[in-house]
Structures are given as C-alpha cells and as structure tokens.
C-alpha cells in the first residue's frame, strides 16, 4: 500500500467517524433520560401525564428537525446542516443542565431533539455520499454502531454519576457542584453529554461537503478534489464523470421528482422497512425489557441490571454486522435478522402464553432477538436508505423515510405500555411477529446495493421505470 493510499483511507476514516458522531449523540441522547426521570419527576412534582410529556417531548423535536433536514440539507448542504445539528444538541445540553422549571427543561429537550433528528437522517446519508462502494455499507454501519455505543455509554454515565453523588454527600460540598453532582445530580446526567456535543460541533467544521451535493450545486472542482482526497485520482475522475451523466440526467430537485416511476417504489419502499423497523418491536425491548424480564420473574443485577445486558449484545452484534455488510450484502443481512428477529418474537410469545417465565430461556431469546435486530435491520436500514434515492432529492426523500421510522417510534412508544398492560405480553408480541413478515416482500423491491455505486443504484431505478 503506497503511502497516499494510506492517507486516503485515513482520511475517510477521519470524516466517517466525525459524521458517525451525529449517530453516538442520537443513542446517548435518547438513553441519558433514563437515568434522570426519577429525580426530575420528585423535584418539580410531575404528574404521570407530565412525566409522559417530559420523556416524549425530545421525540416533538425530532420529527421537527428530520421533517426540515431535507429540505435544509438539499439546500445548502450535508455539512452546513450537521454543524448546525451539532449546534442544536449542545444549546439542549446546556440548558438541561442549567433548567430552573419543567417548561424550560421540556423546551430544551425539544432542542436536542431537533439535534437528534437532523443527525440520524444526515449523518448516515453524508457518509454513504463520501464513502467507495465496496466499502460503503460497513462505513454507514458504523453511524449505528455508534448509537448502540451512545446508549451504552449513557447508561454507564448515568450509573457512575449517581455512584460519584452517594460517595461526595458525605464530604458536603458546596456551591455549583454540589447542585450538579448531589442535590440535583439529573443535571450532571444531562450535563455528560456536553463533551461529545461539543466536540460534534467543531469537528465538522474540518470535514469536507459532500462531492455528489457540489456536484448538484455545479462545483464540480471542488468536488474532484474531494474525490481525490479519498481515492486516487484516477478512480476519483472516473467518479466524477459518474456523478456528474447521472446529474445531468435528473429533473430539478423537486418534491415532485419522488413520485416519478422507479423513484416512488423506492420512496414507498423506504418509507414501509423504517416504520416496520419500530413496529417489530426494537425500541419497546430496549426501553421495557428490563421490566418484561423483572416482571416475568428474571431478576437480574445491580442498579444497570438488564439496560447495560441489553446493550452489550447490541453493541457486540452491531460489530458483527459491519463485518459482514458488504460481503454478504443488504438484502441477505436483513433477511437472516428479521428471521431471528421473528423466531424471537413467537418464542417468547409462547413462553408468556403457557407462563414458562421465570427460566432462563427468556431472557435467551429476548437477547436474541436484540442481537438478531443489531446483525440485520438496525444497521441495514441506515445502509439502505442513505443509497437508494437519486442525488438531488436524496435529502428529501431520505427526510420523508426517517420521518416515518420517527412517527413509527411515537405510535410504538405510545401504544406499548397499553398493549402490555390490556392485550398482555404474549399478544404484544405476536404483533411484533407480525410486523416481521412484510419485510422480505418490501426488500423484492428493492435492489442488492452491494458493490454498487450510488449512481449505479440511481440507473437500475431508471431501468426499472422504463420497462415498467
């Protein structure tokens, strides 16, 4: 390997991990709250409909954020537009931290869900833009391997944080760091995240735009340079010409370019895989699951207990999955994850319906099904809607698909504690089961991405559309 070729992949390396860092505040971001319910309901005497409130209001902001991020991002760019997510998560942190009421700790969570919206539709998107096709799926995989990362490292935060607040009341400190660590120690929860935040925002500053959106702009130099920094130049112009016949050959970049023949399968068939992605049951495993297996009789330890068991599966599965993505391709990946995922789910929903609870078998499968999600659909679904839409409108159309996976989350998070408490486990999940089998007929739409271009992706909907 010559030594520009080192600098090369040094340097994609260098901008896929600032980009994957959007991914690392999502989980941290969506699993630090955890930790501070408990202490933020007790201190400003919240109601079960404000707690309610409280929780879901980041997710408010979410939806805000992925619903404009298209429309944002098309315009004046992937970069632009992740500083200012960066921007927006560490306003949220510091004001948590420094919130005298609900109100404006519900604001600034809005804030920071504005953030975390904007960052899981652009970050995994940036890097497919920048990323060599037959390395790119393990490259975007890494945008969810950072969440998993985020969520796990928030729980251990929050864990060492309530341990630092029961060893200093002893010593009885005093002032600003007695609120942030002991008397109010949810601040300091929250107060965790600025470094990450911070660091999101500046790193950004030193990554370069996205050459297929120069392109689109017609800054064509300024994206073979780009080019040329992640691959030699030969390869570099030959992407180029690439990118540019496959520009020339789109209309303007309107909302009216995604229902146009081929393009409009593909925006259905992103829409439907991130909406099943939550209706298969991920998040109400990862924010319940602790208290399925608590209720079914598994007591499990200390004051992580089943969070941090839960994330650690995802983590070292999610490993797995970056290994392999480009070898065995997408379809394959998601394919074998929504199988385990489904097995999982009738499982358990059998061991509910004939009370076998209390063994170790649940938690088995229950931890099966997290690892089978992590190898399959959680990092897949991120690989394939960052490749499937055409350049100009690749923001819009990646909004409206995550705006869906975002709405999906709402109705799950919504609807799950009243399914466990009415309908009862067992038949949760055999919904969630349910949910698992549109999967294969949604991915016979779609294209095996592996190796391709995104260009080349572009064309075969174009073919498609022709013959049709």
Not at 169 to 194: A, C, D, Q, Y
Request: net charge positive; glycine share 10%.
């Amino acid at each position: 390997m010559t030594e520009k070729s080192k600098n090369n992949k040094a340097y994609l390396l260098f901008i896929t991990l600032a980009a994957a860092l959007g991914g690392f505040l999502f989980g941290y971001d969506t699993a630090v709250i955890s930790g501070t319910i408990g202490f933020v309901k007790f201190q400003f005497g919240l109601s079960t409909a404000m707690e309610g409130w409280f929780v879901s209001s980041a997710l408010v902001g979410c939806i805000t954020g992925v619903a404009f991020a298209g429309e944002l991002s098309d315009r004046f760019g992937r970069k632009r537009s992740l500083i200012f997510s960066g921007l927006m998560f560490s306003i949220s942190v510091v004001g948590c931290a420094l919130s005298a009421s609900n109100t404006e700790l519900i604001i600034f969570r809005m804030i920071g869900g504005i953030g975390v919206g904007i960052a899981s539709m652009l970050s995994p998107l940036y890097i497919s833009e920048v990323s060599p096709a037959r390395i790119r799926g393990r490259m975007v995989a890494l945008y969810q391997f950072a969440i998993t990362i985020g969520i796990l490292c928030a729980y251990f935060a929050n864990a060492i944080m309530l341990n630092l607040s029961e060893s200093l009341t002893s010593l009885n400190p005093s002032g600003i760091w007695h609120k942030l660590l002991v008397e109010e120690v949810w601040r300091g929860m929250f107060g965790t995240e600025l470094i990450p935040a911070i660091l999101f925002f500046l790193v950004m500053f030193f990554v370069p735009s996205s050459p297929r959106w120069l392109v689109s702009k017609d800054r064509k130099e300024e994206a073979g340079r780009i080019l040329e920094r992640i691959n030699d130049r030969e390869f570099a112009q030959r992407e180029l010409a690439s990118i540019q016949e496959a520009v020339s050959k789109e209309e303007k970049g309107s909302w009216s370019v995604l229902f146009q023949k081929g393009i409009r399968v593909a925006l259905f068939a992103g829409m439907g895989l991130a909406i099943l992605s939550q209706f298969t049951g991920i998040n109400a495993i990862i924010y319940y699951g602790p208290r399925i297996m608590e209720e079914a009789g598994i007591q499990l330890s200390n004051a992580l207990g089943g969070q941090v068991i839960i994330g650690i599966v995802n983590v070292v599965a999610t490993l797995v999955a970056i290994m392999r993505i480009d070898k065995y391709g997408r379809k394959k990946l998601m394919l074998g994850g929504i199988t385990g995922m489904f097995i999982s789910l009738i499982v358990v929903g059998f061991l509910f319906l004939s009370g076998h609870t209390q063994g170790v078998l649940l938690l088995i499968f229950i931890l099966t099904f997290i690892a089978s999600f992590a190898i399959g659909y959680g990092p897949v679904i991120w690989v394939l809607l960052s490749e499937i839409y055409p350049t100009r409108v690749r923001g819009r159309a990646m909004s409206v698909a995550t705006l869906t996976l975002w709405v999906g989350t709402a109705i799950v998070g919504q609807v799950v504690p009243w399914m466990l408490d009415v309908l009862t486990p067992a038949v949760t999940f055999f919904i969630f089961a349910l949910c698992c089998i549109p999967v294969p007929f949604i991915l016979r739409k779609i294209p095996e991405t592996k190796g391709l271009s995104l260009e080349e992706i572009e064309n075969s909907w174009r073919t498609d559309a022709q013959k049709n």
